[in-house]
């Protein structure tokens, strides 16, 4: 009897373990930041929340209060790759005429 699962064994891929650890690696500091943004809200109630925004007109609420866990890693994060950016590519800022 033939098998009708037969013909998956001529679409197998191989993929280079480098590119399993990228993406495991991007899962894992996804599921950090989704923490860190629902773990920083625990931090205030919704009283506090209001006391510290200006509501106006009832359209927009402009919020102000101290800077969040979520807040202070999306700024190290966006800084480490600024300053690894200009790193990578410095030779192409150098050379203006």
């Given at each position: 009897m033939?098998?009708?699962?037969?013909y998956l064994n001529m679409y197998?891929?191989?993929?280079?373990p480098v590119?399993?650890?990228i993406s495991?690696?991007?899962?894992a500091v996804a599921a950090i930041l989704m923490w860190l943004m629902v773990k920083s809200s625990d931090d205030f109630t919704v009283e506090e929340?209001?006391?510290?925004?200006d509501d106006f007109a009832g359209v927009i609420r402009d919020s102000h209060g101290p800077v969040t866990k979520w807040l202070w890693v999306a700024y190290?994060?966006?800084i480490i790759w600024a300053v690894a950016y200009?790193?990578?590519?410095?030779?192409?800022f150098?050379?203006?005429?």
């Open positions: 033939n098998n009708p699962y037969s197998i891929v191989f993929v280079d590119y399993v650890y495991l690696a991007i899962i929340t209001e006391k510290n925004s190290v994060f966006i200009l790193a990578q590519h410095w030779s192409e150098a050379t203006f005429p």
